[in-house]
């Protein structure tokens, strides 16, 4: 049994000389982070058997200062004595636990470690070093500004400081809407980046402010500060929904009373003063944002102009239009208030009332009862044997009032008037009343028979 393990502490040998990695028989943590008054555990990771190779190392501090903690072999440790409240030591893992950590324990430590394989007479020397720190939890940072007052664009700078009042190591970080800040011209931040000093103030800066500190084993946030700034005015423009606009030339209706605003991005808002422009001279007409004209008032095109004034930063600013009085087609709705019927329903009801008269007309022309019997009785009669014709051809001789008188039978009938005959189509197969047409000659022809 000696011999397998004498075997394979020979191959685990060769594999690490191939490798040329002796650091790989032992591993450990570069940094390890405490926090004051609480324990910290070093662990210490062995690739051999402990209880099959002959090994001998310390443990000691090398930085800040050199402090020697514990010395060990196979079988005992012998710690510091100094140290033995401090420290405590396990030779099985040879790993090491602070019992309470102090601003004194930080620093960098060492182990070093020799040994001695089965069958081997050359020795190995492993070293690894691991940092420790000593952190303290943050406390939630306090951020304050050097001015409480109004700051105004241009004219005034502001430095905001985040406080943390305990912790230690702390690392700063400033945000605004929840997005990093970066350096900048007008952005400047300490060594530490404890304080932001911005110079001068814009409207850009304007935003929730906040700053978050970190150390290794906390992390902490203050309240949001809100940072205003009076600026402007800015983009200012004069805008109506009436009319017609073509760059600064409004043209409107004749009659319309017409609305302007005078708009424009400044804080505080701006104090507008509305201004008539002629070759003359100005003449100031009113104050406020909203300015109204009566169209009807003006002959002639009108310059205007608004001037935005911003009472805390001093600036000003003029937006210039003119107004021109037109027929644009659809004046007077605007002024009266009217709600005109849309085009298309406009367009369908004259359809319908167009069909619906068509339709009337139709109706009369081929269903009176007059136009029935004229177009009956319009129709030529193809002679016919036996017919005799009154040979009249001027329509003046048929002058008179004519009656209709029954006559029971058919057409044979003998008593059937040649007139009555004479506007048929055809009379053989008519089996119906015959009707005999007695003429009454009135003895002077009078306008109202004529008609």
Request: hydrophobic fraction near 35%; proline fraction near 5%; charged fraction near 20%.
């Amino acid at each position: 049994m000696e011999s397998v393990g004498i075997a394979v502490s020979l191959l685990l040998c060769v594999m690490i000389q191939m490798s040329g990695a002796n650091t790989e028989l032992i591993s450990m943590p570069l940094v390890m982070h405490g926090t004051k008054g609480k324990s910290l555990h070093i662990p210490v990771e062995t690739h051999f058997g402990m209880n099959e190779v002959e090994f001998q190392g310390t443990w000691s501090q090398i930085s800040p200062r050199e402090n020697h903690l514990v010395t060990f072999e196979n079988s005992k440790a012998i710690p510091n004595l100094q140290l033995k409240d401090t420290l405590i030591f396990n030779l099985t893992s040879i790993s090491m636990t602070f019992k309470q950590l102090d601003e004194a324990a930080e620093g960098e430590y060492q182990l070093q470690i020799n040994i001695i394989f089965p069958g081997q007479d050359k020795l190995e020397s492993i070293k690894k070093t691991v940092s420790i720190t000593v952190n303290v939890p943050l406390s939630t940072p306090v951020m304050k500004k050097s001015s409480e007052g109004t700051l105004v664009e241009d004219q005034d700078n502001l430095t905001l400081t985040c406080i943390v009042e305990n912790g230690a190591k702390a690392k700063y970080q400033w945000l605004k809407n929840d997005k990093t800040v970066s350096p900048s011209e007008r952005h400047i931040f300490s060594q530490n980046n404890t304080t932001l000093f911005i110079n001068p103030v814009k409207k850009e800066d304007i935003g929730m402010y906040s700053c978050a500190v970190a150390n290794p084993i906390s992390h902490a946030r203050s309240k949001v500060m809100e940072l205003s700034v009076f600026y402007g005015p800015y983009n200012l423009e004069v805008n109506s929904d009436q009319g017609l606009r073509i760059g600064e030339v409004f043209t409107v209706n004749q009659g319309e009373l017409i609305f302007f605003d005078c708009l424009a991005d400044s804080n505080p808002p701006n104090t507008c003063v509305w201004i008539s422009r002629t070759d003359n001279g100005t003449e100031v007409l009113m104050t406020g944002p909203r300015f109204e004209v009566l169209s009807h008032k003006l002959a002639q095109p009108t310059k205007f102009l608004c001037r935005a004034f911003n009472n805390v930063t001093k600036k000003q600013d003029e937006a210039h239009f003119t107004l021109v009085v037109a027929n644009l087609g659809k004046g007077s709705e605007k002024l009266q208030g009217e709600s005109a019927v849309s085009p298309l329903a406009a367009i369908t009801i004259s359809s319908l009332l167009i069909i619906l008269c068509m339709l009337f007309v139709l109706f009369r022309k081929t269903c009176h009862p007059k136009r029935v019997l004229m177009k009956i009785y319009s129709r030529p009669m193809p002679e016919q044997k036996g017919l005799h014709r009154s040979g009249h051809e001027d329509a003046t001789e048929d002058f008179g009032i004519y009656e209709f008188v029954s006559i029971p039978g058919k057409m044979e009938s003998n008593h059937a008037s040649c007139r009555s005959l004479a506007r048929l189509d055809s009379v053989k197969d008519l089996h119906t009343t015959i009707y005999d047409v007695i003429r009454h000659v009135p003895e002077t022809p009078t306008l109202s028979l004529l008609k």
